[in-house]
């Protein structure tokens, strides 16, 4: 049984990016630049946006937090938003979500520009993905990805089930393990049977928002198991996956915390990095 060390792999993979960064640095004598806009005051996105720049400034990226009050206007938002995929010190826009209910989301995603759209959401990058060409792809699923690769490089054929389908996780991360060759299952809340889904399964990626829904015996012995979930519970954070029972089955498992997060903010400093090299 392995229990993936996701803190261990974004670790090194941020170091691989430093180095990176340094040579990109000698090469352009410039450094790619991260742009992320945070919108109120919520406390989980003020964490995530730290750490994300906390991350970026460590492996020598220029980074910067553009915060605004949950009032503010649409409009102000697009404009920045055009500002920066206007501005070449900045390879990378990010829109921290949720949004305030008055901003609408899906205008904010398609305002910046594909080539510096480094959570991989405008309808280009998803077309990109989906039809296997170059483009950002959303760095939580890449992360589970690169996580399930180090487990096991050939995936060939296996039989991958995302428990989830938003845009951000399930979506993305079928289109991934599809481009592997795996026989792909996208499940959801109307799925019928999702115990026997995930039974068939080699690989399961769980991202749904519900504290431990698969259980030990849903999984398939030495299958690969991510969890994607991160649910605020009285015992505290808990995945979406029931880790003790799980563990005692599956040949490999993150834990949360400690797991997919940290993978997801190296990829944002990766996806960051890729644009700055795409527009060089
Ligand atoms: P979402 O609400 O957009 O999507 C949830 C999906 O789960 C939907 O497709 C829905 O159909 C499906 N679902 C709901 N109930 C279900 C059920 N009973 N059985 C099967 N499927 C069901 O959520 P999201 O943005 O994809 O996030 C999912 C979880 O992942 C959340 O806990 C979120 O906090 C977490 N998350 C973690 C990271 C990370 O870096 N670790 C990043 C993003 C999201």
Redesign the pocket.
């Known amino acids: 049984m392995i229990l993936i060390d996701g803190k261990k792999e974004a670790k090194e993979l941020r170091e691989d990016l430093k180095t990176e960064v340094s040579e990109l640095k000698k090469k352009y004598n410039k450094v790619p630049g991260l742009s992320v806009i945070l919108i109120g005051d919520m406390a989980p996105s003020q964490i995530y946006v730290r750490n994300k720049e906390k991350a970026a400034n460590e492996v020598g990226l220029k980074s910067e937090v553009i915060k605004y009050p949950d009032t503010v206007e649409e409009k102000t938002v697009l404009e920045k938003i055009e500002e920066l995929n206007n501005d070449i010190t900045v390879s990378g826009i990010l829109v921290q979500l949720p949004l305030p209910k008055h901003i609408d989301k899906q205008k904010v995603i398609e305002k910046i520009s594909p080539s510096k759209d480094v959570d991989g959401l405008h309808p280009m990058n998803v077309g990109n993905l989906s039809s296997g060409y170059q483009g950002s792809i959303p ?2 699923p890449l ?1 589970c990805y690169l996580l399930i690769k180090k487990i096991d490089s050939n995936l060939k054929g296996k039989k991958a089930v995302m ?8 979506k993305a991360m079928a289109q991934l393990l599809l481009q592997e060759d795996c026989t792909v299952t996208i ?5 019928k049977d ?1 115990k026997s889904e995930c039974l068939q399964a080699d690989i399961v990626v769980a ?4 504290p431990e ?1 698969i259980k030990g015996d849903w999984i398939k012995q030495n299958a690969i198991v991510i969890d ?4 605020k519970t009285e015992n505290g954070l808990v ?2 996956v029931d880790f003790d029972e799980v563990l005692k089955v599956a040949k490999a498992l993150t834990p ?1 915390p400690g ?3 940290p ?3 190296a990829c944002l400093l990766k996806n960051t990095i890729e644009c700055f090299k795409r527009s060089n």
Request: proline fraction near 0%; glycine fraction near 22%; hydrophobic fraction near 35%.
């Open positions: 760095c939580t992360g428990v989830g389908r938003s845009n951000l996780n399930g499940t959801h809340s109307k799925t999702l991202a749904v928002g519900i829904l994607v979930g991160i649910n995945g979406d949360v797991g997919v997060g993978m997801t903010i």
